[in-house]
């Protein structure tokens, strides 16, 4: 008796198949992509020279075990926020760097005013990047919570809320020119100074 020979299978359409799969995936999938911190650089021109005063300025360092060191303190990263708020609205200038707006302490000790109040952040080489982060956050929401306090007290609304109203398409605020002026007052009156140090 005769053996049958297996029947050949035609895979020449196999490649075309796979082909056709790639490209669906390809297509069809969704790539998150980390939108990262939201900052500016420095323009690429050497600033002038102009004396800051050390009571103008909030040194925040974070060591390679990720220990927070607040103008020479440890501090918990829950206090960050409230310490960051009290120096920006200090407002203890006066004559020209008086702050009429603040709301702070006006402890003559710490910053004039929020247009001269720096925060300078400093961290070390083996410092974890979502300590980092956290902290940086800490310290733009800060930033945040006094901008929706200004704006809320003069303009009835909050910075947030202003904000969202000018990008949205089917707001009635939509890149509205008030509405920008208000935005930008806002934002002179609290002026996001975050500086990021070199690691160390």
Do not use: W
Not at 60 to 70: A, F
Not at 124 to 148: E, H, K, P
Not at 172 to 177: I, V
Not at 179 to 200: F, G, H, M, N
């Amino acid at each position: 008796m005769a053996k049958r020979s297996a029947p050949e299978v035609n895979a020449g359409s196999m490649a075309d198949i796979a082909f056709l799969l790639l490209i669906f995936f390809l297509v069809t999938t969704t790539i998150e992509v980390d939108s990262g911190i939201n900052s500016k650089l420095p323009p690429d021109i050497p600033p002038p020279d102009v004396k800051i005063k050390q009571k103008n300025i909030f040194t925040v360092q974070i060591s390679n075990d990720n220990e927070l060191l607040v103008e020479d303190e440890l501090m918990d990263i829950k206090d960050l926020r409230k310490a960051a708020l009290e120096f920006i609205d200090n407002g203890g200038g006066q004559g020209d760097a008086k702050c009429t707006y603040c709301k702070g302490k006006r402890d003559p000790e710490s910053s004039d005013n929020p247009t001269k109040a720096i925060v300078s952040v400093t961290h070390g080489r083996g410092t974890d990047y979502g300590s980092f982060i956290t902290v940086y956050d800490q310290l733009a929401g800060a930033y945040t919570v006094l901008r929706n306090q200004y704006a809320e007290r003069t303009y009835n609304r909050s910075f947030t809320e202003m904000e969202a109203s000018y990008k949205d398409t089917k707001s009635s605020d939509f890149k509205s020119s008030k509405l920008k002026d208000k935005i930008q007052d806002v934002k002179t009156k609290y002026p996001r100074i975050i500086s990021k140090a070199e690691p160390k």
